[in-house]
């Protein structure tokens, strides 16, 4: 795949015909969306911000607007799916007028790049809107613009980005808003944003023409959470277990009291006992250590912390316990488990 296409003039690049129509003022000058590839980054969360403005194109007629693929020296960049993109160019020194955002994937702590970091840092400088899509945060971060805004990333990163930023502190919502700053968790979500976009440029009628256009059904807003409730999760809505789940995941990392837990739900300890027996057929205890083994099994993948850092993390008193119960659960060591030995 390519973000490069000669031989075609721009009306023929970015406008594609098709049926539907929609009368939209002509603007004098497209909307520019530059996107900045960083290794191992989400191809839904590219594609997904792409196609609703390709859709508005269409639907008008015109060129409403234009995007860019760069990537740090206009090499190509590989996406998590094995799948690689020839971009644009490299950064240029300086970005046209327009948004500006950096795509994130897997792995974001060893992939994020400096030279982009200081890239980004300028363009915010000099006044663009910059965001990111996915966990394309770690770059701002790194650029040092997420300070005291409000911001996300993708739920999946969050943990270990809150262990590398303690300062910082990420909202699990669909998308943010904070001025100048748009960040969205990644995959549907980056196209809610450039929905959002159509919107803001060319008015409600477009903006829902391509969003039918993408056979969008719903359109969260930015207070929308990222994924379903705990009772969805769960498959049921008995409010006691819910509100147990609830102190199980916000208590994780700290000595489990199952007592409390039975307090906070509004149950006795052996109504919580036969409340997880019934609707999730395991103890409050395996349910607390598959919690944090979930958690444990993130930063693993998504950070640089040793096994010792990552036991302590999630509630463990030393890492040789750790290690057995992470190898119980997983089949593999939680050293040679994570990317970073």
């Known amino acids: 795949m390519t973000g490069q296409v000669t031989g075609r003039s721009s009306a023929n690049r970015f406008v594609s015909h098709g049926v539907a129509h929609v009368d939209t003022p002509r603007r004098d000058e497209p909307v520019l969306v530059n996107f900045v590839l960083v290794p191992k980054f989400t191809m839904l969360a590219l594609t997904s911000a792409i196609e609703p403005l390709r859709a508005a194109n269409q639907l008008s007629g015109s060129n409403l607007f234009e995007w860019q693929i760069f990537s740090e020296n206009g090499e190509a960049v590989v996406a998590s799916n094995g799948v690689v993109i020839i971009p644009d160019g490299a ?7 327009g948004y500006v955002f950096v795509c994130g994937g897997v792995e974001p702590e060893s992939t994020s790049s400096p030279v982009i970091a200081d890239w980004l840092r300028a363009q915010w400088r000099h006044g663009h809107t910059v965001g990111s899509l996915c966990s394309g945060a770690y770059v701002l971060a790194e650029a040092g613009i997420l300070k005291g805004r409000k911001f996300t ?20 919502r669909s998308y943010c808003i904070d001025n100048r700053l748009i960040t969205c968790a990644g995959g549907i979500a980056a196209a809610e944003i450039a929905l959002r976009l159509i919107n803001d440029h060319c008015g409600a009628e477009l903006g829902q023409a391509a969003m039918n256009m993408c056979l969008l059904t719903h359109r969260r807003t930015a207070e ?26 916000a208590h994780v990392d700290e000595e489990f009291n199952l007592a409390e837990c039975a307090a906070y739900s509004g149950v006795t300890l052996r109504q919580i006992q036969r409340l997880f027996r019934q609707y999730l057929g395991i103890t409050p205890m395996d349910y607390r250590n598959n919690t944090r083994l979930r958690k444990a099994r993130i930063f693993l993948s998504e950070t640089n912390m040793s096994v010792m850092d ?32």
């Open 91 to 97: 950064l240029p020194q300086q970005s046209a007028p």
């Open 310 to 341: 990552v036991a302590l993390a999630c509630g463990y008193s030393s890492s040789s316990h750790f290690a057995k119960a992470f190898r119980k659960k997983y089949g593999v060591s939680p050293s040679k488990f994570s990317n970073f030995g």
């Open 153 to 172: 990333l993708h739920w999946e990163n969050i943990p270990g980005f809150r262990e590398a930023y303690p300062d910082l502190d990420p909202v699990e």
């Open 224 to 249: 929308d959470p990222q994924v379903i409730s705990i009772a969805a999760r769960l498959g049921t809505r008995n409010e006691y277990l819910v509100r147990a789940v609830e102190f199980i995941e």
